[in-house]
């Protein structure tokens, strides 16, 4: 006989497939652009440089390569491909969020409660182990969709042409690939567990310490303390963003059809020696313009339903 979960794990599993929803469809052309700037398929444009003599100081002109820009690549998929290309990997992107922020929070919340009776509770020791913890499941659990997802943001087709449907492509990518082939990536993900855990750490500190932002204990909430909610995740999501981004190029190279890179350290030398230390940063504008304000909308939506529903879950 198998026992029901308890209401608190459903409520926090309930708010976070929510905010994660609600945030994934604001922000999904944002999350294509990224995508599409992360992978070989953008890596240069060719134009012709100006290069001057050391002796005679004349200049000569040679090809050169320029990396695009965020409104070349959102003007080149708007002209090839349509608007609605910027809403490729949407529907992947909505049946996984769901789960997966569900998941994650819930896993966050019962880990959080478990390392409190280990550690000093609400240090910041529990607050990075419950997001690791929580992070490992979710991507262990959730790889498969955003592999899908993924594979579909990259799939370039001339406007009117057809483009796979979610269960096309993850038929194409069993058929060529196999079962491995969905988890293609997960070592960069695992990677990016770093990312999740500076977030949640500088996430929990800043709430602490703002004054009246605790949710289950404040008994009326006005606007200006659900907004420092905001501010307070959108900032710590851009530190983290900045600080462990580079394991989100290497992920999406991995995910890549039929591409030279195979294993994660290996894809990092080659973009190392073939594109510089600057290409782990491709895409980071868009990134941060799309998880600030992604983040910022998840965990205050989050925050907010587990406040308002908090007496019915109890």
């Keep these: 006989m198998t026992t029901a979960p308890p209401k608190n794990t459903l409520l926090h599993l309930f708010a976070g ?9 604001i922000t999904c052309p944002l999350e294509v652009l990224k995508t599409r700037l992360q992978s070989s398929g953008f890596t240069f444009r060719p134009v012709l440089q100006v290069h001057f003599g050391a002796a005679s100081g004349t200049g000569v002109l040679r090809p050169g390569q320029v990396t695009p820009g965020l409104l070349q690549v959102l003007r080149s998929i708007l002209e090839k491909e349509g608007p609605r ?3 490729r ?4 992107n909505l049946v996984g969020v769901a789960p997966s922020r569900a998941i994650y929070f819930a896993a966050y919340s019962k880990s959080k ?7 000093v509770p609400n240090s910041w020791i529990v607050h990075m182990s419950s997001a690791g913890f929580a992070a490992f499941v979710t991507n262990s659990l959730m790889n498969p969709i955003w592999m899908v997802k993924t594979r579909m943001q990259l799939e370039k087709k001339a406007r009117g042409e057809k483009k796979m449907s979610t269960l096309q492509c993850a038929r194409h990518v069993y058929k060529t690939e196999g079962i491995r082939g969905f988890y293609r990536g997960l070592t960069a993900s695992y990677a990016g567990i770093s990312e999740t855990m500076i977030c949640f750490l500088i996430y929990e500190t800043l709430k602490k310490d703002l004054p009246n932002i605790r949710l289950t204990t404040s008994s009326s909430r006005g606007s200006s303390n659900f907004l420092e909610l905001m501010a307070a995740a959108a900032f710590a999501k851009g530190c983290a963003s900045c600080i462990a981004y580079p394991h989100e190029v290497i992920r999406t190279r991995l995910r890549e059809e039929g591409s030279k890179y195979k294993y994660f350290f290996q894809t990092a030398r080659l973009v190392a020696v073939e594109e510089g230390y600057a290409a782990f940063y491709r895409g980071l504008v868009p990134q941060l313009i799309r998880q600030i ?8 939506t989050y925050e907010l339903i587990v406040y308002l529903l908090g007496d019915l879950f109890q």
């Excluded at 990997?89 to 992947?92: F, I």
């Design 85 to 87: 290309s910027l809403f």
């Design 113 to 119: 409660e478990h390392f409190n009776c280990v550690f």
């Design 89 to 92: 990997g949407l529907g992947p």
């Design 17 to 25: 497939g929510c905010s994660g929803t609600v945030g994934a469809i």
């Design 293 to 300: 304000p992604n983040t910022a909308i998840v965990l205050s």
